[in-house]
C-alpha cells in the first residue's frame, strides 16, 4: 500500500486500544467527541488533555508555551486536532503522534500546519509524525459525511493540475509530466473507489488514507503544493476570511473545485456528478453558506490569491463578475 511508509512514519492500522502504555511522558490536543470516543480506550492517560478550539496563531503559541513537559503530543480527531497538535510539536521540538478520528481533511498526511493571522491561513512547520494511528472504530463511528469531506483533498488534483500547466503555459513555472501524471492516477483511483469510500468501508478508509498520503508524497517531491492545490482552495481561505466561522475543509473545497472548474470551462457538471458519487458535499446552502456570502466570496477569490501572493492560477485570467457569481449559485441550487 502507498501508505506503508511516509518518510519515516509507521502507518497503524486498525485500533488505539491500549497505545498510551507505549508512550513516555505525552499531551493530547483534541476536542470533546474525538476523546470521548477514545479516552477509555487508549491505556496509559496523558500528563494532560487540551480542548483545541481554533488555529489561530496566538491561541496556538500560548497553548504551546502551556503544555506541561512532554516527550510527544498526540493529536487525536480532525483537522484542528492534528494541526494544532502539528504546531506545538514543532514549537517545543518534540515528537508527535496522528490519530485521525475523521478523514474529512488530508492534514494528517501533510507536513506543515495550518495556522491563521486574523482569518488568513498560512502554513508553517515541517513536522513529520512518528506515527499515524488510523483507529478503524473511531473513524467508522463518525457520521458518514465527515469521512467522505476527505474526497475533497484528493478531487482538488483535477482543478489543481489544471491550474499547474495553465501557468506553465502563461508564466514558463517549471511542470513536471511525471509528477502531474502520478496526480491524474489518484483521480483514477478515487473513482474506482468511490463506493467503498462513500460507504466508509475498511477498503475505503485504507483507500482514502493512501490517496491522501501519495498526494502529499507528490507535492513533496515536486517542491511545491501544485499537484494538489490551485484555486479550488482559494474558495476555503476566502471564505474563511470572509465569514470567520468553521467549516468541513473538504466541503468548501468541493465547492471550489466546482467553481473553479466552471471559471476553466472543465466539465462542472461532471464534476458535480462526481461529487454526488462520492457522497461528498458541495452545494454552499447545505453546509450553511448564504447566498450573499457565497457571492462575496467568489467575488473576493481573485483579490485574496493577490493579496497573499498565491501562485498563478486561473483566477488571474478569469473575468469574475457578480453576474457569473450570482449565475454559480443558482447552478449549485439546484
Known sequence: MIAAVFHVTQFVYGSIDGFGASLDRYAVMTQEVPWDLVKDRIGRLPASVTMVTNLERQYLDNLANQLPQVETIVGIGGGVSIDAAKYCSWKRQCSTVFVPTILSVDAYASR????????????????????????????????????????????????????????????????????????????????????????VTIQGIRTLVDLHVEANLLQVKAGKARPEEGSEHVFFY??????????LHGEVVGTGIYIVSYLQSNSEEEVARVM???????????????????????????????????????????????RNAEALWAKLSR
Open 112 to 199: 506543515p500546519a495550518a495556522v491563521r493571522d486574523k482569518g488568513v491561513v498560512n502554513y508553517v512547520g515541517n513536522v513529520i509524525p512518528d506515527k499515524v494511528i488510523i483507529d478503524y472504530k473511531s473513524i467508522q463511528s463518525a457520521p458518514k459525511r465527515l469521512n467522505r469531506a476527505g474526497t475533497g483533498d484528493v478531487y482538488s488534483c483535477r482543478t489543481a493540475l489544471f491550474d499547474w500547466r495553465l501557468a506553465h503555459e502563461e508564466t514558463g513555472e517549471s511542470y513536471d509530466e511525471q509528477i502531474a501524471g502520478r496526480a491524474h492516477r489518484l483521480l483514477d483511483i478515487l473513482l474506482e473507489n468511490s463506493g467503498e469510500i462513500r460507504n
Open 238 to 247: 476566502a471564505l474563511g476570511e470572509l465569514a470567520r466561522r468553521n467549516f
Open 276 to 322: 454526488d458519487d462520492l457522497g461528498l458535499v458541495f452545494r454552499p446552502s447545505d453546509y450553511g453558506i448564504s447566498r450573499d456570502e457565497f457571492v462575496s466570496t467568489v467575488l473576493h477569490m481573485k483579490k485574496y490569491s493577490q493579496a497573499v501572493k498565491f501562485p498563478f492560477t486561473i483566477l488571474d485570467l478569469a473575468d469574475i463578475n457578480r
